[in-house]
């Protein structure tokens, strides 16, 4: 499947993407995921099923697209002055979001269809924005700072691991000690 | 979903059990998971549809377990003699795996059905237990070994990561870095 970035806002085809997510997000809300059918989310959408087959072609894709569109970041990493303190805030926020019954359904909606698509490599990319926003503003600001290579691999992915693969949920305690280690080589 | 870890092999419902496993694996091989529907693996299996929804429920949750099933060693890690030989040749092998187009699949199928249930779980347990027979190995020959926590959170972990949200194609280069550094901080 294709994630539509490049539709035009406001043009037919964008008006029948936001209908169908918005009807897709409001049925996931309300009923089972192993009982949701395109038939019923055409209907809530005002759209025939063949509109979502020709676009999405199957239920998996069109539940990984908004599920790609719900993790999409909405706003700019929060401003506390320092890196470990913008650190600190965006992974307590980005931990609670995953862990959270609909961030853990979402990531395995994002993961679950062709995995040859590029719905996976988004929310990586998402995230990697995100902290290069944050280190961006450290550098500025003249504070030594981590590769982002070096967040991702040493404080994210064992992060999401943990939750996504080991289903646990991770304590403050652990993602702060991760940090701790790897602004503690930035300063050597 | 439940993994049907505890049924008594040679019973009818172990039987049952392969039956679906084996007829789901052949058809996986030879057409698109999207057609894939419980009547035709019924069918395949010699079963009733009934018989495969009273158990699994649903296609993703059979998905599931037959991946899960797929990913679970059947064998001990490879013995050559050192730590390092050992973990690098249970890396090599476990990122082929996982990069292949199945092992992308079979990763994909684990974590797609009900995030409240324990499949992804089971993959980090199996890892887990690979990477303590090797340290345990290790151990009694008294080489100085890492943590298991180290070992997960720092190798497997971005590892894992970069292949499963990331889309990438890991490098041997990658992988021994990691093993590298903390391999080097049992020594201090």
Request: proline share 6%; charged share 25%.
């Amino acid at each position: 499947m294709v994630v539509k970035d490049g539709i035009r806002p406001g043009g037919r085809s964008a008006r029948v993407q936001a209908a169908v997510h918005a009807a897709t997000r409001e049925l996931l809300a309300r009923m089972d995921r192993a009982e949701l059918t395109i038939p019923m989310i055409a209907a809530a959408a005002g759209v025939t099923p063949s509109t979502i087959y020709r676009r999405w072609h199957d239920l998996p894709s069109l539940l990984a697209d908004v599920a790609v569109a719900r993790l999409r970041p909405d706003a700019e990493p929060a401003r506390t002055g320092t890196l470990r303190g913008d650190l600190d805030a965006w992974l307590e926020q980005y931990v609670d979001e995953i862990c959270s019954a609909p961030g853990r359904a979402m990531t395995a909606d994002a993961l679950a269809c062709d995995p040859r698509d590029r719905n996976a490599g988004s929310c990586a990319a998402y995230i990697r924005q995100q902290l290069e926003a944050i280190v961006g503003r450290a550098a500025e600001r003249g504070e030594p700072v981590p590769g982002l290579d070096a967040l991702m691999d040493h404080v994210v992915a064992p992060v999401v691991y943990r939750i996504v693969f080991g289903h646990e949920t991770v304590a403050p305690a652990f993602w702060r000690g991760l940090l701790d280690r790897v602004l503690a080589e930035t300063k050597r």
